[in-house]
């Protein structure tokens, strides 16, 4: 089992920042990609930002210049640092892996999601 933990949401006015931290734990080999979707209320989950094992980067378009992924602690923690927040960043964001795990001999892909952290930009 893989496990991801998001912390580092929060209440900030609009043109602040905040950084969310996710770390990835349990029956871990190898993370592929790991990265940063979004649900706001009524909408459907969208990516945000995402990061792979070679540090290629995709946004989208509405971060693009305010946000910034990364990967630490070994490649299993990623970041994401938001500046320049706006009302319309406004939702639940939520920390997402994908990789191999190993565990007792059987090895096998995961696609794992955590819990999510709110976020919440006031005008």
């Known amino acids: 089992q893989v496990q991801l933990v998001e912390s580092g949401g929060g209440l900030v006015q609009a043109g602040g920042s905040l950084r969310l931290s996710c770390a990835a734990s349990?029956?871990?080999?190898?993370?592929?990609?790991m990265g940063w979707y979004r649900q706001a209320p009524g909408k459907q989950r969208e990516l945000v930002a995402a990061?792979?094992?070679?540090?290629?980067?995709n946004y989208a378009e509405s971060v693009k210049g305010r946000f910034t992924v990364s990967r630490g602690g070994a490649g299993n923690t990623v970041y994401l640092q938001m500046n320049s927040l706006k009302p319309e960043d406004t939702a639940v964001y939520f920390c997402?892996?994908?990789?191999?795990?190993?565990?007792?001999?059987?090895?096998?892909?995961?696609?794992?999601w955590g819990p999510g952290t709110q976020v919440t930009v006031s005008s």
């Open positions: 349990g029956s871990i080999l190898s993370i592929n990609a």
């Open positions: 990061i792979t094992n070679g540090g290629s980067t």
């Open positions: 997402n892996a994908q990789g191999t795990y190993a565990n007792v001999g059987l090895l096998g892909p995961f696609h794992s």
